[in-house]
């Protein structure tokens, strides 16, 4: 089993940054790729961004150019670097991981709320 645990969230001001953090642990060796996600009230759960071992990133068109997805490996920790906060991006923030054979872990997930 592999545990997320993410930290980072709360309230920010529209235009300023905050950054999500998620570390890992348990059986960590059966991890690809890592991730957020999100999910808005009233919406369904969507990719924000992803990156593998190998540093490859992924992200939603919407969040390109203004979030960045990071991560440790040795720490077996994935960062999330949102800057320009919109208050659309409110929203719960999961940490997710991808092992070797498909299966997903989710972490419980942090609260950001986005003030205009």
């Known amino acids: 089993q592999v545990q997320l645990v993410e930290s980072g969230g709360g309230l920010v001001q529209a235009g300023r940054s905050q950054i999500l953090s998620c570390a890992a642990s348990?059986?960590?060796?059966?991890?690809?790729?890592m991730g957020w996600h999100r999910q808005a009230p009233g919406k369904e759960r969507e990719l924000v961004a992803s990156i593998t071992n190998g540093g490859i990133t992924n992200y939603a068109d919407s969040m390109k150019g203004r979030f960045t997805i990071s991560r440790n490996n040795a720490k077996n920790t994935v960062y999330l670097q949102m800057n320009s906060l919109k208050p659309e991006d409110t929203a719960v923030y999961y940490c997710?991981?991808?092992?070797?054979?498909?299966?997903?872990?989710w972490g419980r997930g942090t609260q950001v709320t986005v003030s205009s």
């Open positions: 348990g059986s960590t060796f059966r991890i690809n790729a």
């Open positions: 997710a991981a991808t092992s070797y054979r498909g299966i997903y872990y």
